[in-house]
């Protein structure tokens, strides 16, 4: 919805500036290095409100060196993909949960809000441009970065009077694999992603930024990602950027899909919110927001009570996680057999649903 104050753009404003020099596109590229040929920007400034969305070609931008994006992190981004599917229609997955969160993120943010829907059309539009870049493969996609700077040029701590929407695209490999191992986590609770009253729960830069240093010190301990707990009784939230599902025999017998209830410290992921959906409507064991705590897993694990733990996220879609290292233990997740295994099952369901096999209306053509 529209912020009524402020009267969004228009994607029928659109302006097309085609490029005349495309680019090869590359076999393989590690992530987010390569882009396509094109880039959509829209610019807002308090006295002017919304100028026309432009699609342009992709290339550098000049920035006042005060802006306070740079200074301040007033920031924002999203993350979805565009899936080109057995029919060779182009789709992406529930893409109004991303422009919801992403105008959540700009109130946090004190950025301007905008018409979901507008913003959605002029992305369609930009994808549909470049679409010869979305993969013609079932495991890989073109990944749209929509992203929202401050680009007020002072060193004020204030509410921006300019700031700048623009969207980028590269492809993306995905991540899932079922051969793949599972992930080796590393949880100390030194180190805090998110705290309540804070900004875990909006995908802005500084979140991210200031979470490296503890993943580099996942890898020093030979773990892959950090295990982000929080709280005195270490709270199990997240896991690297992706939010966490356990499913086990809970303390009372009854098995069960966990995840962490969206509290504040959690970011409402869209897998996240999907596999609940799913997994609710298989109606087959209990499917909880709750907490959970290092100290229930363990006793869990030691009561071989667990059944398998994931990650999940536009980038994995869905990661099993083999092993957590706490507290100078190596605590070793088991994972079921291919076969009966969650991790697959909804998977395949996701996947179905991305690349067009089943109807659903999760997925809107580009
Ligand atoms: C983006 C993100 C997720 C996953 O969200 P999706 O919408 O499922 O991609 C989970 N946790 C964090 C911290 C994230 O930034």
């Not at 302006?15 to 880039?39: C, N, R, Y």
């Not at 997955?93 to 946090?108: E, G, I, Q, V």
């Not at 300019?162 to 590269?170: M, Q, R």
């Not at 270490?234 to 009372?252: C, V």
């Given at each position: ?8 753009f228009k994607a029928a404003d659109l ?72 029919d060779n229609r182009l789709r992406l ?274």
């Amino acid at each position: 919805m529209a912020d009524n104050s402020i009267p969004s753009f228009k994607a029928a404003d659109l302006v097309i500036q085609l490029s005349s020099t495309p680019k090869t596109k590359p076999e393989v590229a590690s992530f987010g290095t390569v882009f396509t040929d094109h880039m959509l920007t829209i610019e807002w400034s308090a006295t002017e409100g919304w100028q026309a969305p432009l699609i342009k070609p992709f290339g550098n931008m000049s920035l006042h060196p005060a802006c306070s994006s740079l200074h301040y992190g007033v920031q924002l981004f999203e993350g979805l993909k565009a899936y080109r599917g057995d029919d060779n229609r182009l789709r992406l997955f529930r893409p109004m949960l991303n422009m919801n969160r992403m105008s959540k993120s700009a109130r946090r943010a004190c950025l301007p809000t905008f018409d979901h829907s507008e913003l959605l059309e002029c992305i369609r539009r930009l994808v549909e441009i470049d679409q010869d870049w979305v993969p013609h493969s079932d495991s890989a996609g073109l990944y749209i970065r929509p992203t929202f700077i401050s680009t007020e040029p002072s060193l004020g701590v204030k509410k921006p009077g300019h700031a700048l929407l623009y969207v980028i695209l590269c492809q993306a490999g995905s991540y899932f694999n079922n051969e793949a191992e599972a992930l080796s986590l590393w949880a100390d609770p030194k180190y805090t992603r998110a705290w309540e009253g804070g900004t875990g729960d909006c995908k802005m830069g500084g979140n991210y930024g200031c979470s490296l240093l503890a993943q580099y010190e996942a890898v020093d301990y030979g773990c892959q990602q950090v295990l982000w707990l929080y709280g005195e009784d270490h709270q199990i939230t997240e896991a690297g950027t992706m939010n966490i599902f356990l499913h086990w025999i809970n303390e009372i017998g009854e098995e069960e899909l966990a995840t962490p209830p969206l509290d504040g410290i959690i970011l409402p992921g869209v897998t996240r919110q999907s596999i609940l959906e799913l997994t609710r409507k298989w109606d087959e064991f209990q499917v909880t927001e709750r907490y959970l705590t290092m100290s229930q897993l363990c006793s869990a694990l030691k009561q071989q009570r667990v059944r398998e733990m994931f990650g999940s996220g536009t980038a994995c879609m869905i990661c099993p996680i083999g092993h957590i290292v706490y507290q100078g233990e190596n605590l070793h997740i088991p994972c079921q057999d291919k076969n009966t295994q969650l991790t697959s099952r909804i998977a395949k369901e996701l996947t179905d649903i991305q690349y067009g096999r089943i109807h659903s209306d999760w997925t809107f053509l580009v």
